[in-house]
């Protein structure tokens, strides 16, 4: 089932911690697909050199770890094609915290 609505998640992680957002199949908020447009930003950080190492995984292939410093955001719309079923996300160098927003898009 295909929710119209969209995945949202607020969060703390902890240094060497790593949390995994369920895009598609959270049980309470999952899209019940892959997000097709969505934002990553990290708003808030123990230290300027703390980070989030963000990895995307598409249902086939993972990306390569993208960091996220402190007041950095990644965004991508539909026309760019980066489809995500889940988003890992682990605080290098002391806690951070992020905001992350997805949608499922147009279904084909």
């Known amino acids: 089932m295909i929710r119209h ?13 790593t949390y995994i957002e369920m895009i598609k199949d959270d049980p309470r908020r999952g899209l019940g697909v892959v997000g097709k447009s969505g934002f ?5 950080a123990e230290s300027a050199d703390s980070y989030a ?13 993208i960091p996220l ?3 950095s955001s990644i965004n991508y ?13 682990k605080a ?14 147009m279904q084909e």
């Open 53 to 65: 190492e963000c990895v995307i995984f598409d249902g086939n292939y993972r990306s390569d770890p």
């Open 77 to 89: 719309d539909y026309k760019d094609g980066v489809y995500a079923e889940w988003i890992s996300l």
């Open 5 to 17: 609505l969209p995945y949202y998640s607020e969060r703390k992680i902890e240094k060497d911690e």
């Open 40 to 44: 990553i930003e990290v708003f808030e």
């Open 92 to 105: 290098i160098n002391g806690w951070i915290k992020y905001r992350l927003h997805w949608v499922p898009g």
């Open 69 to 71: 410093y402190y007041g």
